[in-house]
């Protein structure tokens, strides 16, 4: 099992190095700054698989799993991962940087507003995220980030 768990950790690193690499490239290709690729595809690449596991879980009727699974998920995600890269890299924070924060705590906002005033969540709240995030891939298109 050690031997295992080793191996894929190795493995996790060398995909995640490979990953940061090509987008590094790609961004130069495109012309963009890597945060910016980054922001748009690191979280397809690394939340849709946990959305795929929900949708089987949901399928054989474990709700609680599925829900667990994105929760659990997107903890880690927003605290751990977040708290490593502050202390281990420097920051400079651009306009489009402050941008997207900008944008991540309007939508996160409202999400929050909304459990705490009226105890539920509705779709239309979830799709003003889903919008914010469109307005931030469509100025970054238009080259305004």
Known sequence: IMIQIIMALSLI?????LFVEKVQIISHQLGISPLILSLIIAPIATELPEKFNSIIWLIKGKDTLALGNIT???VFQSSLIPAIGILFTNWHLTSSALITV???FLSTGLVYLQIRWKKTLTPITL????VCYLLFVMLVLLGKI
């Open 13 to 17: 690193v060398f995909g995640a190095h």
């Open 72 to 74: 659990g998920a997107m």
């Open 102 to 104: 900008f944008l991540t």
């Open 127 to 130: 799709y003003v995220g889903g």
